[in-house]
């Protein structure tokens, strides 16, 4: 049952029936000030969402020059017999990050998400790149799975995925390529 | 943003890989995939700034049908407007949805949104508008949301007024796996609502039988037995009412309400020893909650019916001391909320976490503020307004973070210029003059090859000569033209045919090797194409590092300055709303509190008198008995 038909259901027993056996269950505080700076609020969030959106353009060309852009995303085959629990990424012998994941970011990954993993600068040519996962099996034992990739890099910003799997689905659990 | 083209192998990767709910079977977009990473995370404002972009560089692609959103843009529509709604920005949901119910769509996209459309009108109050919304929709209806679209029809029409067209909708959705419970109660309550108060009573005794072992369906079944025990209670059945009472659950959320309406029907039917039985239970649970408090002085006045004025007047006393103490807490509340201390306890980051936190709010250590306000933390107008407030000062702390980052830009952008600036005056001139060498190598070499392309066509074979060949013709050009067009002398003649046989030479040279030496020509020319590619490669890379590098620290001030005005004025204004806000959350707690401690203070104004009295009655008895 969704949220949102629990509010209904508990909107309707409110209308209908909060007097019978809840008198003065709660307030009426919508008054109109209220919408009124409810209004204020949406369109506050709405201008702060428009500097979010220049800053990203900003520090994109700033930090993160189109032709030595490197970005690195993450997509996970949701498995039952296995969770991940962090990777690492090595890029020309040099840890270029490693994340540990919450209940909420593999949750999101299970259910389609695509995580930005890594955004840095790599100069143009042939580069190496190694990823590693570590995770749990069903049975309880560690899963680890390390693999070895090369990519090239152009003038136009590099986007590459990561895609993660278990280990009962065959073939490698680790995949990577061009997005 | 920049993306790169979704090439074939991330194609493959998808395709072959990607399984599983939602979005993730087909999704190739990458963007909008980090979009519903977000999301899926209840982070609705990073998911929105993600998608937003998304959308907007969409729409200003020149060739849109290329580009990978192109396949998902009425779900990405959908999403934003979800987004949007699950951020609390109504307004703008409501257009995102409208633009895409007004779109050249399929039936089954339009009917969505006009779903969606209408469920926000229906958050948002308006009734008539909502339903108007669920009128567009016709043809095919995705089979995931009909039951959904029919329950809100349904409620909308309750909201309105008019139950009788709720009926039909409520009946054939009890068989609903999704809203069995729910639409079996609401049967009963659009019945109440029509009047049919009979009908009503069989319809929540319906409900409240309803088998199920889901959370919620468990709820709603006991909500259905409490609100129709309290029917039969106000109607006077005080014996059934007790019987519907008794079939709450004693550990669900209605089951304090329940007991102390039990302990009353009993009461009322005169079965005190009844009533004793649930009241306490209840005197025993949270002595914070109002029901819980009632039944400390219903009670020890169940004991006084009995006669047991003894025990009534020990708990009496309790009561007193529980009174007073909670009236106490209430003082503190009230002054601590005061003090400011209760807003700063709701944005506390370690409560949020966790998706109880407000239940969690009341067992934080000084906090006596939130002990009293479950209720109302739990209403839906109180919500809004805290989670605006919560939304407030997220937008609070991610404009004071970006604030600080700006002062990093310009020390980047300074650090940038000051390397630059002195190097690229000698890059530039050592460029041009690169520059002007290859753009003539690129000349010569353009020459080459139409030579070699005339050559295909017309034969020319002196055109290959070597260089010493071309310098021997020429030494023979020479010497044959001293000999002038006058008569020769013998030796001349001699001489002259010397030279001729030598030029003979040459020219058999030239046209027997001819063939071999084109093809040496365009197998050296072709050599010479693979090494000016290579040389354009570099000289292109090397254009766009200088642009780079100039674009590294020029025509940053500006959007700069720009974004850090727009913050500033931005934060004044947060924190302004954030003050108003916060001042109307506080005047709620407040005035809940102080209902709150009025109620509790007239409960021991009470347990006083019936103390006393008490204390009186079991006096006389005990005298009475001595006496006898």
Known sequence: MPTFMRFLVLAVFTILVGAVCAPGFAQEIASEDTRSLDGQVQEIKSDVLSIASELGNLEERLLYPSNTQLALFVAFHDSEDFRLDSIQVVINGEVATQHIYSFKELEALQKGGVQRLYTGNVPTGDHQLKVTMHGKLKNGKDFSETDDFSFAKGIAPKALGITLAGPSLGGSPILVGDW | ?628
């Open chain 2, 1 to 628: 943003m920049n993306r790169a083209p979704f090439t074939a192998t991330g194609l493959l990767v998808w395709a072959s890989l990607a399984t599983g709910p939602c979005h993730s079977e087909e999704l190739k977009d990458l963007y909008f995939g980090e979009a519903l990473y977000y999301a899926h995370q209840g982070l609705y404002f990073e998911a929105l700034e993600r998608l937003d972009a998304e959308v907007l560089q969409h729409d200003e692609v020149d060739e849109p049908e290329r580009d990978t959103l192109y396949p998902y843009m009425d779900d990405a529509e959908f999403s934003l407007g979800d987004f949007e709604l699950r951020y609390r920005m109504h307004q703008r949901a409501g257009r995102a949805i409208t633009a895409v119910l007004e779109g050249a769509v399929d039936d089954e996209v339009r009917n969505d949104a006009a779903y969606r459309l209408a469920r926000i009108q229906f958050q948002k109050g308006q009734m008539e508008d909502a339903l108007l919304a669920l009128s567009r929709i016709e043809g095919k209806v995705p089979e995931q949301i009909r039951d959904d679209i029919e329950f809100l029809r349904a409620n909308i029409y309750l909201a309105l007024d008019r139950p009788a067209d709720a009926f039909d909708t409520f009946k054939r959705l009890q068989d609903s796996k999704s809203y069995g419970a729910f639409a079996a109660y609401n049967l009963g309550i659009a019945h109440l609502q029509a009047g049919e108060r009979q009908l009503a009573i069989e319809q929540l005794d319906r409900a409240g039988r309803f088998e199920t072992s889901d959370p919620a369906d468990l709820a709603i079944r006991d909500k259905a037995n409490l609100v129709l025990g309290t029917l039969l209670l106000e109607g006077g059945d005080y014996t059934t009412s007790a019987q519907f009472l008794d079939r709450v659950r004693l550990d669900g959320p209605f089951s304090n309400q329940a007991l102390l309406s039990a302990g009353w029907a009993n009461m009322s039917g005169e079965h005190y020893a009844r009533a004793v039985v649930p009241w306490s239970i209840l005197a025993q649970r949270e002595v914070t909650d109002a029901a819980t408090q009632e039944a400390m002085l219903a009670l020890p006045y169940a004991y006084g019916k009995l006669d047991i004025h003894g025990r009534a007047a020990v708990y009496y006393g309790q009561a007193l001391d529980a009174f007073g103490t909670e009236v106490e807490k209430l003082n503190g509340s009230i002054e601590s909320i005061r003090d400011g201390r209760f807003l700063d306890a709701l944005v506390r980051e370690e409560i949020r976490q966790n998706k109880d936190w407000v239940i969690r709010l009341r067992s934080l250590p000084q906090t006596p503020e939130t002990y009293y306000l479950m209720q109302l933390l739990a209403s839906n107008d109180f919500q809004t307004v805290l989670q605006n407030y919560l939304d407030l000062a997220d937008l609070h702390r991610k404009l004071v973070s970006w604030q600080s980052s700006f002062d990093a830009f310009d020390d980047m952008v300074e650090i940038r210029s000051e390397h630059y600036t002195p190097l690229l005056p000698e890059i530039d001139t050592e460029f041009r003059e690169l520059d002007s060498r290859f753009r003539l190598r690129i000349e010569q070499h353009k020459m080459l090859v139409k030579r070699r392309d005339d050559l295909l066509t017309t034969p020319r074979p002196e055109f290959l000569a070597t260089r010493e060949e071309q310098d021997l013709l020429n030494q023979l050009d020479a010497m044959e033209s001293r000999f002038g067009g006058g008569e020769l002398r013998t030796s001349e003649k001699m001489l002259l045919e010397r030279i001729q046989r030598l030029r003979g030479l040459l020219v058999w040279t030239l046209n027997t090797e001819y063939h071999e030496r084109l093809t040496e020509f365009d197998r050296n020319l072709r050599n010479l194409d693979a090494a000016m590619a290579t040389a354009q490669a570099e000289y292109d890379e090397f254009v766009r590092s200088r642009q780079a590098a100039t674009h590294s620290y020029v025509g940053y001030d500006t959007p700069i300055r720009q974004l850090r005005t727009e913050v500033q004025d931005s934060i004044v204004r947060v924190e302004s709303l954030m003050k108003r806000q916060g001042h109307e959350l506080e005047l709620f707690a407040i005035d809940e509190l102080v209902a709150r401690r009025s109620r509790l203070e007239n409960y021991r104004e009470k347990a006083r008198f019936a103390l006393a009295d008490s204390y009186d009655r079991a006096t006389q008895a005990q005298a009475r008995s001595v006496l006898q």
